[in-house]
């Protein structure tokens, strides 16, 4: 009887694909958290200086080009697990055609199941 593969024989590529994910999750938090604190610098210097308007307004054009930032790193965040290979067949795993699913549960292609984090990160 032949044994489709299971978690083990890909456990590597699936360690490797969650590990990133955190990873470029908590830069993204980290980014967010530095956009909210120049935010706040901003809006405190607008009340500390005489000149409080311009400050808040020069404050306000920055935190703008951050929050655009933001949204570009974004979009980063999620092409590159959306564009993520599948370890079994190599196409791409969250894709298929003109469907695109970030929530799969399984390869859009080769039907392989995708383990639970706490499956591969023990």
Not at 49 to 57: K, N, P, Q, T
Not at 64 to 92: A, D, Y
Request: aromatic share 12%.
């Amino acid at each position: 009887m032949i044994q489709s593969p299971g978690i083990e024989d890909y456990r590597d590529a699936w360690r490797e694909f969650y590990l990133d994910r955190q990873r470029r999750l908590r830069s993204l938090g980290l980014w967010l958290l530095g956009l909210i604190v120049a935010g706040g610098i901003c809006v405190a210097g607008g009340r500390l200086f005489s000149e409080g308007r311009v400050i808040v307004s020069i404050g306000f054009g920055v935190v703008c080009v951050l929050w655009l930032v933001t949204g570009g790193k974004w979009f980063r965040l999620l092409w590159s697990i959306l564009s993520w290979n599948c370890p079994r067949c190599g196409e791409t795993f969250f894709h298929s055609g003109e469907v695109r699913n970030s929530f799969a549960g399984r390869c859009m292609n080769c039907k392989l199941r995708r383990p639970k984090q706490s499956e591969v990160l023990v």
